[in-house]
């Protein structure tokens, strides 16, 4: 099992930034890569980036590319989401998301660990 926690969110104005982080615990050395993912109310749970553990290869939805940046610290056993220029509309819960296996990066049914997801509000 994988233990996630996730960090760092809160209510910013449009054209801000906020970092999210996610810890992860117990059996990290199965990750093959995390992610991150949001849910706006009435909406359906959305991909955001993901990363590979081995390499570092990063995926991202394009809605957010060239805003968003995915990050992680192996040694600490963290993945990080920087949020740059935000809009209203990134305003959801953003959930962090952990996988054992490759496979399509922007499923959210092939993620096998979920943390209990931190919000994310943008004012206008």
């Known amino acids: 099992q994988v233990q996630l926690v996730e960090s760092g969110g809160g209510l910013v104005q449009a054209g801000g930034s906020l970092r999210l982080s996610c810890a992860a615990s117990g059996r990290t050395f199965s990750t093959h890569a995390m992610g991150w993912f949001r849910q706006a109310p009435g909406k359906e749970r959305e991909f955001v980036a993901a990363i590979r553990w081995s390499g570092g290869s990063t995926y991202y939805a394009d809605s957010v590319k060239g805003r968003f940046t995915i990050s992680r610290d192996i040694a600490k056993n963290t993945v990080s989401l920087q949020m740059n220029s935000l809009k209203p509309e990134d305003t959801a819960v953003y959930y962090c998301?952990?996988?054992?296996?490759?496979?399509?990066?922007?499923?959210?049914?092939?993620?096998?660990?979920w943390g209990q997801g931190t919000q994310v509000t943008v004012s206008s």
């Open positions: 998301a952990a996988r054992s296996y490759g496979g399509n990066y922007y499923r959210s049914s092939e993620y096998d660990y």
